[in-house]
């Protein structure tokens, strides 16, 4: 009878071992899934465009959409200095032919409150369709923010950006905690 405890003990860190590794793996299967692979919608025609945080890189594309499917507006949000809040200006608020270019910096700093903006704009445009534009990694998160906020329809567009191992590492990483704490906050 002591020896079959002894057995026990020894299955135990195979067992705590094992479910380690099966839940590193579905965590990679939903990371590659959500974060690498999310869903990303045809362009259409759209009554605005949202370009999220930062928006440096996404800009041109931003303005590039605008124009070839109607917006009436292109939303920025701006970049802000970590350390000090201050809100870096940008020459990308002025005003572009055919659309007008809204410079946000929203409150909080955060996707949630990126979603609050865009909902406060809609309803007071009455805009039908709008468009967010954002990286890959941060496409199935916004949309579950913009999706809770807004009572438009929401069509989400990807930038294409470079991304290094170690970029795609990190974003499975923050994604995943800004999932859970996306899903504990709730709206």
Not at 127 to 149: F, G, I, K, N, Q
Request: proline content about 4%.
């Amino acid at each position: 009878m002591f020896r079959q405890g002894g057995r026990g003990k020894r299955r135990w860190p195979l067992v705590v071992g094992g479910t380690v590794v099966l839940l590193i793996v579905v965590w990679l299967g939903l990371c590659w899934r959500y974060v690498a692979h999310p869903t990303v919608d045809p362009y259409q025609s759209v009554d605005a465009i949202y370009v999220l945080g930062p928006a440096e890189g996404r800009i041109d594309l931003g303005r590039e959409l605008a124009a070839e499917y109607g917006a009436q507006a292109l939303l920025v949000t701006v970049s802000v200095n970590e350390t000090t809040g201050a809100v870096y200006e940008k020459d990308f608020c002025d005003k572009q032919a055919g659309y007008e270019v809204i410079c946000l910096n929203p409150d909080p700093y955060t996707t949630q409150g990126e979603a609050e903006e865009l909902a406060a704009y809609t309803d007071e445009q009455g805009w039908d369709t709008v468009a967010v534009l954002t990286d890959t990694p941060h496409m199935s998160r916004a949309r579950l923010w913009m999706e809770r906020y807004v009572q438009a329809d929401v069509v989400m567009w990807e930038t294409d950006e470079a991304m290094s191992p170690m970029d795609w590492a990190y974003s499975f990483v923050y994604q995943s905690g800004a999932w859970v704490k996306a899903m504990v906050v709730g709206s």
